[in-house]
Antibody, heavy 121, light 105 residues
Framework: QLQLQESGPGLVKPSETLSLICTVS??????????WGWVRQPPGKGLEWIGS????????YYNPSLKSRVAISLDTSWSQFSLKVRSVTAADTAIYYC????????????WGQGTLVTVSS | AIQIIQSPSSLSASVGDRVTITCRTS??????LGWYQQKPGQAPKLLIY???SLKSGVSSRFSGSGSGTDFRLTISSLRPEDFATYYC????????FGQGTKVEI
């Protein structure tokens, strides 16, 4: 059974870089045509897609509103993918989820439990 | 980027009611439209994908319909466990979520 688990600091200072890792178990990051993605949710607000990475070739896709500050990468040897958001502000405070999307089929059918990241000095 | 307008933002309903939530996309998304349910403190749960395909294990009370730019999620007869927030998502061109609909008692 596929499981995803987010990990990383729960508190980040303004202007610094937010870094999160998603560890995948129960399936291989590259065994099929998957997009591995990040979605965030500010407290009490809706869902926002941040970006995704394609398992087959590592191509990345980002939300245009965040593209200049975001990077997603794969580490297949550790069965992990990561998110970096540069120059964070209080507006980046949110629950961050990692999720799997099956290409051409189900969008984000499996999710991690989410991790709260607060941006504050 | 494709935008989504989801409505209503909230609704009040009773157990047994039929409920419909709509999403309108800014351009056609063929059948690349899905629906999620989210309860407080939990990750979203996929209910429907490809407009009308029910994810395995999801109750048949939930159904999806629509085409082009207009889509609907219908709950045929509300049960207590259905009170939650619902989101649509398009994955035709990148990914975009609707703003959410909170279904309250």
């Amino acid at each position: 059974q596929l499981q995803l688990q987010e990990s990383g600091p729960g508190l980040v200072k303004p202007s610094e870089t937010l870094s999160l890792i998603c560890t995948v178990s129960g399936d291989s990051l590259t065994s099929s045509s998957y997009f591995w993605g990040w979605v965030r949710q500010p407290p009490g607000k809706g869902l926002e897609w941040i970006g995704s990475i394609y398992s087959n070739n590592g191509d990345t896709y980002y939300n245009p509103s965040l593209k200049s500050r975001v990077a997603i990468s794969l580490d297949t040897s550790w069965s992990q993918f990561s998110l970096k958001v540069r120059s964070v502000t209080a507006a980046d405070t949110a629950i961050y989820y990692c999720a799997r999307d099956i290409e051409g089929n189900a969008p984000f059918d499996s999710w991690g439990q989410g991790t709260l990241v607060t941006v504050s000095s | 980027a494709i935008q989504i307008i989801q409505s209503p933002s909230s609704l009040s309903a009773s157990v047994g009611d039929r409920v419909t939530i709509t999403c309108r996309t800014s351009q056609g998304v063929t059948n690349d439209l899905g629906w999620y349910q989210q309860k407080p403190g939990q990750a979203p749960k996929l209910l429907i994908y490809k407009v009308s395909s029910l994810k395995s294990g999801v109750s048949s009370r939930f159904s999806g319909s629509g085409s082009g730019t207009d889509f609907r999620l219908t709950i045929s007869s509300l049960r207590p466990e259905d009170f939650a927030t619902y989101y649509c998502v398009q994955d035709h061109d990148l990914w975009t979520f609707g703003q959410g609909t909170k279904v309250e008692i």
